[in-house]
């Protein structure tokens, strides 16, 4: 779990740990996908297909609503119809803090979204034709069943009130390891909670070995567990009753739909946290080309120090306002993002929006690989912004890079950091390093033709031809046989360390000194600008003494 990047601010740190955020487990009837599979499910449950139409199917579900709604008002728990646009997510949350439920369902928000309607068509003759879903998908209610459980805290089903009723498990990885490190069997593990996130423990191992459990094999066991002791009893029994559900045989398969996994660096003090964070932005910015930056404006300075309280297992403290930056980098369907978290928590996070994009990893049984990849992702992406952020040029670097190279048993040319395309196609090989699949010459070919201002043409021929420069200095490497690439921890630092020198360093340096104008003094200079008129006014002193015109 360690990383260069955690090891450099080390002895900043209170503690790490990583752990699983949110988990979406998709369920669904299998058999269903077509016309006929739906007809046979029908038969099964009716013994016949002769009331297959849509005028049952929508009684099915105006039923499924009766139900509900009338057995929550007989248990006293409140059903609340949304409204377009509403965070539902917040409405349970309030709800929560407000009441103190028992385990078991607690709530029901109702919403409407697109879902999954069959059509029946029938012949003249009156007998059943073509069956087929609607298309485009038609706005159907949808059922947000929040429920309490013993072992996993807050969970939600989202279930499609039309059969065959699709449904949707929403985990949190924190409200697990929360509620097992209460139970713990060593005794119950003390940490302050704030929101979704532990900002101090006082067995930092111990929280990380739980967090550890929903990381390995065994968390597929886990989650079908989770989902099968709620689904049918709590959520399904509205739509079909047990007898119903055994008479059709009715087993919902699952397979992992949405995944976060986070990696949160605990600070002592908060403004270190963010002295950190901010220059870490400032400095790997516009190396790595992240145009998603968002920050939310609050209170400019963090409270210093947070004690913990003795004799108290959970802290649950209301989320401070605070200036909150939070920039991300997407590619496709996945996210890398880094971000504060409460006030002393640093949080790096991959995210895969849907599992399609991971190939062979839908599957329930391949959990533990998708975990492990985003993982390697996070490491990756902590190594790209430490190679940016501090950044190397070893002593002959800038001696060996116009030397011809080799690939296998082919001699490339040099690298001229002098032309322009060179220094181009590095900078974009540098903000392309944090890729979690790597990328293509074509991928490097639009992302030159994009820095270019204006465009120039740039094609993936050139993109290949460069790429084999690179790869003979050992600056790109290939992925495996594949045809993508990704740069070389060395290559990463040594790129970003030529671009810092030549556009930080010497070209505004050279520039100043033959050109006296530039030399105006700012009314606040910052710690950047001291350096600067310190590096110009020796620089000027070396010119005269080289005798160098300027």
């Not at 080390?10 to 299998?30: F, H, K, M, S, T």
């Not at 409460?342 to 949080?347: F, K, M, T």
């Not at 070209?507 to 030399?519: G, M, R, T, V």
Request: proline fraction near 4%.
């Amino acid at each position: 779990m360690s990383d260069q990047f955690t090891s450099r601010y080390q002895e900043l740190l209170e503690g790490q740990y990583d752990c699983l955020d949110r988990v979406v487990i998709n369920a669904w009837l299998p058999g269903c996908g077509n016309g006929g599979g739906f007809r046979n499910w029908w038969r099964s449950l009716y013994g016949s297909d002769e009331k297959l139409d849509d005028e049952h199917l929508m009684r099915m579900a105006g039923r499924f609503s009766r139900r509900l709604r009338a057995w929550a008002q007989a248990n006293g728990v409140p059903v609340v119809d949304c409204g377009r646009g509403e965070r539902k997510h917040l409405t349970a949350e309030e709800f929560l803090a407000n009441h103190t439920p028992e385990p078991g369902l607690f709530l029901v928000l109702v919403g409407r979204a697109p879902g999954v309607v069959w059509h029946v068509q029938t012949t003249r003759e009156g007998k059943i034709g073509n069956i087929a879903r609607k298309e485009p998908w038609p706005y159907v209610n949808h059922y947000y069943f929040h429920i309490l459980d013993p072992d996993w805290g807050h969970i939600t089903i989202r279930m499609c009130g039309h059969p065959p009723f699709n449904a949707q498990i929403i985990l949190n990885g924190h409200e697990y390891v929360a509620c097992q490190a209460r139970a713990a069997k060593t005794g119950p593990l003390e940490f302050v909670k704030e929101g979704n996130c532990f900002v101090h423990t006082t067995n930092p191992e111990g929280l990380q070995k739980v967090a550890d459990a929903l990381c390995s094999n065994d968390a597929t066991g886990l989650l079908k567990q989770i989902c099968e002791s709620w689904i049918y009893t709590a959520c399904l029994c509205f739509a079909l009753d047990m007898k119903e559900q055994n008479r059709s045989g009715f087993r919902y398969e699952y397979s992992s739909y949405q995944l976060e996994y986070s990696r949160n660096l605990q600070f002592q003090v908060g403004g270190q946290m963010e002295l950190v964070f901010q220059s870490l932005i400032d400095r790997t910015r516009a190396s790595l080309d992240l145009d998603k930056v968002k920050t939310i404006l609050g209170y400019q300075r963090r409270p210093w120090k947070k004690k913990f309280r003795e004799g108290r297992y959970e802290i649950i403290v209301e989320k401070p306002e605070y200036g909150l930056t939070v920039f991300k980098v997407h590619y496709g369907y996945l996210t890398l993002k880094i971000y504060t978290k409460g006030e002393r928590v640093l949080r790096i996070e991959a995210i895969v929006h849907n599992t399609k994009e991971l190939p062979r990893s839908r599957p329930l049984e391949r959990f533990s690989q998708v975990v492990d990849r985003l993982r390697r992702m996070v490491d990756r992406f902590l190594e790209a912004l430490h190679c940016v952020d501090a950044c190397f040029i070893a002593d002959d670097t800038l001696e060996q890079l116009p030397e011809p190279g080799q690939v296998g048993l082919t001699k490339v040319g040099g690298i001229d950091c002098n032309k322009l395309r060179m220094r181009t196609v590095m900078h974009a090989v540098v903000a392309l390093a944090t890729a979690p699949k790597g990328f293509t010459a074509s991928d490097l070919a639009r992302k030159v033709c994009a820095l270019n201002r204006p465009a120039t043409l740039y094609s993936a021929r050139q993109a290949a031809y460069d790429l084999r420069k690179l790869r003979g200095k050992d600056l790109v490497g290939k992925i495996g046989n594949s045809r993508r690439y990704q740069p070389t921890p060395k290559g990463l630092r040594a790129m970003a360390a030529l671009a810092v020198l030549r556009d930080k360093v010497i070209q505004p340096l050279l520039a100043a000194s033959c050109h006296q104008s530039l030399l105006r003094k700012t009314l606040e200079p910052t710690l950047i600008d001291e350096h600067y008129d310190n590096l110009r006014s020796g620089m000027r002193r070396l010119f005269d003494a080289l005798g160098i015109a300027a």
